[in-house]
């Protein structure tokens, strides 16, 4: 039975020095057989696995994550959460997502430190604010909350932003989303591990998978470094390498992995306590409850999978921080990264069958798949369970590609790709 | 970030040059005869190897030309650059 996290616990094992708290999740050799199988254990799959246990009573399965859980592109990315989406599909999608989240400490018994610090999105010319206000129409209209903000409302909602007309893109405006903000991204990793590992799930670490077994046109089972595991239902939630996993079952896709840099600077005294967002200069940042400033950069435009990233990219989004946040002109870095981002080319996330029975893939998510992290596990554990999709990610399926009734979220949502 | 041995230019930093993709992916002879899911293949699905890629670049700050790279996307080495409409090299 797993032990309940409360006031209690915590004053209890402080009395013992913190030295017997329970394991959050075993550590389990694989079993010959599972009912499904998830690889990748980031976010996006201990969510899967933790809702095919909650809510479609799937306890014989498991989790194979190759290095260790939330060691990729979960605890790589800056952790913005919001649901300002163009279209009324993505809308759907990211508010799903959005209105999990507003409980899922509670759910989970875990404190993932959702905080609702609204985001702001800038517009810098004439287009963006065109686009800004129409987005913010459509937002309204599939009930997202969203406000257009004037020059002057985005400087008294962040005063350190430089508003100036002088400058090389002024502010000519922005949204908010108010129910937007960010959560702690090792904590969601850990508190999904924690609740499907309760449940019965068995999380396995340090567990690559080498080939997918088929018969035919179903699945039988996949290889793994430790050994092969029967099973006939398979979830693919691999991010930047799905398609090295869809390269072993026979299969493409419309995925190009591109890295994707953050960083962080040394940690200062609270002074910006919102998300801002800028789509046509390509700076984002907020600051972290250490206090470290966390900036996004951008992707560079060819295919790898080196975690690395080019330093004009990072050089490129310091420049564009330091003309709207003068303030932080001596700040200095403390860490940058690259994670591998799969982006699909409507830029739009993939939760679907494919023509192999048995086999599913949930990727895609491109450059912001974190802020969807339990919307997608609820929708890609019913779309396992049932072999069907649910109506919510209907939409984003494989055959969109084939039909043309693509989601192209591509500069239509609130930041570029 | 990586220097790329353009054929035309030599030598130059990978910033001057524009990723294109895929290459060696032939146009259709017969638009008019393709399915949609051979359309889909076309326009869409594509290898994003993790290892040994073949792929076309455009010196686009630079001569502007188009050539062709051989490149492994695990660690970013370049293998072999060879110039448009010139057979691959053999690996």
Redesign the interface.
Known sequence: MRNKYSIFSLIKNALSYHENWQRAWKDPTPKKEYDAVVIGGGGHGLATAYYLAKKHNMNNIAVVEKGWIGGGNTGRNTTIIRSNYLWDASAGLYDHALKIWEGLSQELNYNVMFSQRGVMNLAHNLQDVRDLKRRTHANRLNGIDAVYLSTEEVKKFCPIINTSQDIRYPVLGGTLQRRAGTARHDAVAWGYARGADAMGVDIIQNCEVKGIKRNGDSVEGIETTKGFIKTKKVGVVAAG?S??IA?MAGL??????KPLQALVSEPVKPIIDTVVMSNAVHAYVSQSDKGELVIGAGT???????Q?G???IVEGTLNAILELYPIFSRMRMLRQWGGIV?IC?DASPILSKTTIKGLYFNCGWGTGGFKATPGSGDLFAHTIANDEPHKINAAFNLNR????DLVDEHGAAAVAH | ?FLINCPYCGERD??EF??G?EAHIERPKQPTELS??E???Y????????GV?F?RWNHAHGCRKWFNMVRD????EIKAIYKMGEKPPSQ
């Open positions: 390498h398609s090295v390269n493409r896709l419309p995925l190009e992995s560079d435009d060819y295919v790898s999978y080196t690395k080019s330093h004009q799969d080319p590609f084939v039909s043309g | 970030m990978q910033q524009k990723a993709g949609d899911d359309w889909a293949e326009l869409f699905m594509r290898k994003n190897i993790k890629q792929e996307t695990s660690n970013d």
